[in-house]
């Protein structure tokens, strides 16, 4: 059901928004700081508990600030006064009264999202679920499997555990955090967690109705290490990351032999430079780093000269579908296995731009900024457990070499099935280097700004590798 502002309600849809004025704001993912966001219901959707306990509605607002015009989802329910303890309470509307609690931590909306999703489903306990703080741009659920004596109730469901994302801010289009695991899956590449359920919706966009992915739920791996998680602790003890990094690098390579075949694209026009294209955009990244921090104006000289080079570079891998914000935050590590994760791209960005075609080697380029991040972050140590500038140095280095050495590998071996123009190693060893030199200073700049806007003690970490690259 769609309900449009204005429209009779008995649940009073814009008394419910002007409650959550008070409540969006401490929300980690919502995306106006800062500043008071102009809140407008667009629409809404009931959903049905099938155990009826709650009113399920997920409503649909606009929150509108400078620089920010986005549709925003959120589920909530309405119970009687005296209700469940344990879920998130947003506070009381109506009269009689009612009280509106969080949906996402309310076994009454994931039963219903369960009941109204596509997909093969899982035979999971939403009364034991829980939250994840983590996450800033969305909001996961753990919801564990059903105890043994239950699993004849589910109905011949695949078996739990398994993870609810619920996307906060919409885009019109198929989500690729939806498409992307699915079509890997079918592909049969196994370093994905499998897609067990996924609901589509529609919402008001300005003058049209929009329609996309409302959430999707997947495979949880239980018991995996946080690829960050486990990089940090291992460059706090000391211990090197190489032989993790070159198992992940052949992962990554497998990926992007899956992306490729699961999800080919056309090749490019051959009146497009692509080199060109490399080149400007880093020009254009470093305008925009520039104008944010400063201290960057001292690199404007060496920036040129390494788009110059890069854009004389005269044959590039042919562009694929790539995973576009891959880092080691994005990777499981599991039974002695290596997993991918969270291909949505930037939840802010349009989905045309999060399913562009480009370079694989861009994700590879994202991975190797990681391990600066995880060496600082974990206080890499030398031998005798004390943390230092030439430690960190070397527990990067190792940890970038494995990560090349093992997709390099990884990709070679494979090159009769993917072709030798979409084999990042049929190209010169020197225009591979020249390429992720190029493509490691962009995301370098781009850290650079996010930190100084967010976390000033960290720039330093993108400015080390600014100057790195730029030697």
């Known amino acids: 059901m769609m309900t449009t502002p204005g429209a009779p309600d008995d649940l009073a849809d814009e008394e419910l928004v002007r409650l959550l004025a008070d409540w969006l704001p401490e929300r980690r993912w919502f995306p106006v700081k800062g500043v008071v966001a102009a809140l407008d219901l667009v629409g809404a959707r009931d959903l049905r508990d099938p155990r009826d306990e709650a009113r399920v509605r997920i409503l649909f607002v606009r929150a509108t600030a400078p620089g920010t015009d986005v549709v925003l989802q959120i589920p909530v329910t309405l119970r009687t006064p005296g209700g469940r303890d344990g879920i998130t309470r947003i506070g009381v509307i109506g009269d009689p009264p009612l009280e509106v609690h969080d949906g996402c931590g309310d076994p009454a909306f994931l039963r219903a999202w369960l009941a109204a999703a596509d997909g ?117 003890r000391g211990e090197s990351f190489a032989a993790h990094a070159r198992a992940l690098g052949g992962v990554v390579a497998g990926m992007h032999g899956a992306l490729a075949a699961a999800l080919p694209v056309p090749p490019p026009p051959a009146t497009v430079h692509r080199a060109s294209s490399v080149a400007q955009a880093v020009r254009d990244r470093f305008r925009w780093a520039a104008a944010a921090v400063p201290v960057l104006d001292k690199f404007a000289g060496a920036v040129e000269d390494l788009a110059v080079r890069t854009q004389h570079l005269d044959r590039l891998p042919a562009p694929q579908r790539i995973h576009g914000d891959l880092h080691l935050g994005q990777a499981l590590y599991a039974d002695d296995l290596w997993f991918i994760t969270d291909f949505e791209g930037e939840p802010l960005a349009p989905v045309a731009a999060r399913t562009r075609p480009d370079l694989a080697l861009r994700d590879v380029a994202g991975m190797l900024r990681s391990f600066d991040y995880a060496a600082a972050v974990g206080a890499a140590s030398g031998a005798d457990g004390i943390p230092d500038e030439a430690a960190a140095q070397a527990w990067t280095d190792s940890a970038r070499q494995g990560l090349l050495v093992g997709y390099r590998d990884a990709r070679l071996s494979a090159r009769p099935q993917d072709g030798a123009d979409g084999d990042p190693d049929a190209i010169s060893l020197e225009t591979r280097a020249q390429l992720l030199r190029a493509l490691e200073l962009d995301k370098a700049l781009y850290e650079a700004v996010y930190e100084a806007r967010n976390r000033p003690a960290w720039l330093p970490i993108p400015l080390m590798a600014i100057t790195r690259l730029l030697a």
């Open 120 to 236: 093969p489903g899982a035979a999971v306990d939403p009364q034991r679920a829980r939250v994840l703080t983590g996450e800033q741009s969305n909001t996961s659920i753990v919801l564990p499997a059903l105890d043994a004596g239950e699993d004849a109730a589910a109905g011949g469901l695949p078996p739990g555990p398994a993870i609810l994302k619920v996307f906060r801010t919409l885009s019109p289009g198929d989500n690729p955090d939806v498409d992307v695991p699915r079509a890997l899956a079918a592909h049969g590449w196994r370093h994905v967690p499998r897609p067990l359920g996924w609901l589509d919706g529609t919402w008001p966009d300005r003058s049209e109705v929009a329609e996309g992915h409302l959430a999707v739920l997947s495979q949880f791996l239980a018991g995996a290490q946080d690829g960050f998680e486990l990089a940090c602790a291992m460059a706090g």
